[in-house]
Nanobody
Framework: VQLQACGGGLVQAGGSVTLSCAAS????????WAWYRQAPGSQRDLVAS???????YYTDSVKGRFTISRDNTKKQVYQRMNNLQPEDTAVYYC?????????????????WGQGTLVTVSS
C-alpha cells in the first residue's frame, strides 16, 4: 500500500489550498484517514481525521477553516484549508488505517504519505 499526497505550495495569508492523498495497492478497506502536520523544529501533530462512517475530528486551531473529506471509490482523502495563516506553515502528511490483502490473508496496518509542504506568507 502506498499513499501519495499532493497539493501543497506557497500561499498568502488568508488564501486557500486543497490537499489530496491517494491510496494504491491491494486494498480491502480504508478505515480512518487523517492529516498531520509538522512545522520546523516541532513534532508531528494531528490536524484532522475522518472515519469510515464519515465522523470527523479537527484540532482546535483549524476548526472552521479546514475541511476533511474522503472519496471511498477513488480511495482518496482531501483537506480544504481556508483562511490560511503563517502558523499553518508545515509539511502536511496523510495517514491511513488500511486493511490490505497480504498473500492469503487480510492485514490491517497504518500507512503514511510522503508529505507535502504548505508555506503561508504574511
Amino acid at each position: 500500500v502506498q499513499l501519495q499526497a499532493c497539493g501543497g505550495g506557497l500561499v498568502q495569508a488568508g488564501g486557500s489550498v486543497t490537499l489530496s492523498c491517494a491510496a494504491s495497492g491491494s486494498i480491502f478497506s480504508i478505515h480512518n484517514w487523517a492529516w498531520y502536520r509538522q512545522a520546523p523544529g516541532s513534532q508531528r501533530d494531528l490536524v484532522a481525521s475522518v472515519a469510515s462512517d464519515r465522523n470527523t475530528y479537527y484540532t482546535d486551531s483549524v476548526k472552521g477553516r479546514f475541511t476533511i473529506s474522503r472519496d471511498n471509490t477513488k480511495k482518496q482523502v482531501y483537506q480544504r484549508m481556508n483562511n490560511l495563516q503563517p502558523e499553518d506553515t508545515a509539511v502536511y502528511y496523510c495517514n491511513a488505517d488500511v486493511t490490505a490483502y497480504d498473500v492469503t490473508r487480510l492485514l490491517r496496518q497504518n500507512y503514511w504519505g510522503q508529505g507535502t509542504l504548505v508555506t503561508v506568507s504574511s
